[in-house]
């Protein structure tokens, strides 16, 4: 059996960045490399496996089933923003193009159009697919990250990891705590809509709200049931938007189980704690 541990890297390198601001080392801005690293290494500390490290490469996908997908991040020029969004791109190509190849990290993934969501919910469907042609001992998948909306890939064999709150989400959590399956979030994310991706939902329905429905607990007759009811194009058009992957197959994957050497690239950029 192998753990395969899904880092969703641009979400985290964004959080990381946050936290470290514009930390340096030789004059080499380092503070979202550093916590996705220390997060990687925290997660092999803990769990084993191997990281598979996935990348967001442009939004074109969506965007051209609805221009308004993630507009909400560009619509206004702010100078101190985009400042932190050119260092975390600059971070993050160095860690592509230079820093995960020195250590030998193969399983790296990406592919122009996509975002490092549906990078992770590739790894989920390799895994399952794996797992039916097995005899025995499945794989598993941890997922890495704080974006909710990969919690739709939650199951027996995939756990999500929030390195924010430090907290192991399953399966069985979700269903508690929600009352439906997690394959049924992508509804609720079509239904409710999605603030940080701009996805535009129907008016005045939120998460609970769309869960409920999904629960057949709200009452026919009701406005929030006609709402609903009137709402089902809304419904349609936002299940691919939200949908991880957005489409199966996107490329053929090769995983390899494998151990980053840390060393030398941890010692190049000042991060010797890390060892």
């Not at 220390?38 to 490290?53: P, R």
């Not at 199966?248 to 994957?253: A, D, F, H, K, V």
Request: with cysteine; charged share 30%; glycine share 8%.
């Amino acid at each position: 059996m192998s753990t395969w541990i899904a880092l969703d890297v641009s979400a985290l390198a964004y959080r990381s960045f946050y936290t470290t601001g514009f930390m340096q080392y030789k004059g080499i801005d380092v503070g979202a490399i550093y916590g996705i690293f220390k997060t990687a290494i925290d997660m092999l500390d803990e769990h084993g496996g191997s990281i598979v490290w996935c990348l967001d490469r442009a939004t074109t996908k969506r965007k051209a089933l609805d221009s308004r997908y993630k507009a909400n991040r560009t619509e206004e020029y702010d100078p101190e923003k985009e400042e932190i969004r050119k260092a975390i791109r600059e971070q993050t190509r160095a860690l592509v193009k230079e820093y995960l190849p020195a250590m030998g990290c193969r399983n790296v993934l990406w592919k122009n159009g996509y975002e490092g969501d549906d990078m992770v919910g590739l790894v989920v469907e390799w895994v399952r697919r794996y797992n039916l042609e097995a005899a025995s001992y499945p794989d598993d998948v941890i997922i890495v990250s704080v974006d909710q909306d990969l919690w739709q890939l939650l199951g027996d064999d995939v756990r999500y990891w929030n390195p924010i709150k430090k907290k192991m989400l399953t399966a069985e959590w979700f269903t508690k705590e929600w009352g439906i399956k997690p394959s049924q979030w992508v509804d609720v994310k079509a239904l409710a809509g999605c603030k940080g991706d701009n996805v535009i939902g129907i008016a005045g329905i939120g998460e609970k709200t769309a869960a409920k429905y999904l629960r057949g607990e709200v009452k026919e007759g009701t406005k929030t049931h006609e709402k609903l009811i009137n709402g089902k194009e809304v419904w349609e058009k936002n299940i691919p938007l939200v949908r991880l992957p957005f489409e199966s197959n996107i490329m053929p994957l090769n995983l390899r189980d494998e151990q980053p050497k840390w060393g030398p690239t941890l010692k190049k950029l000042g991060m010797r704690t890390l060892l």
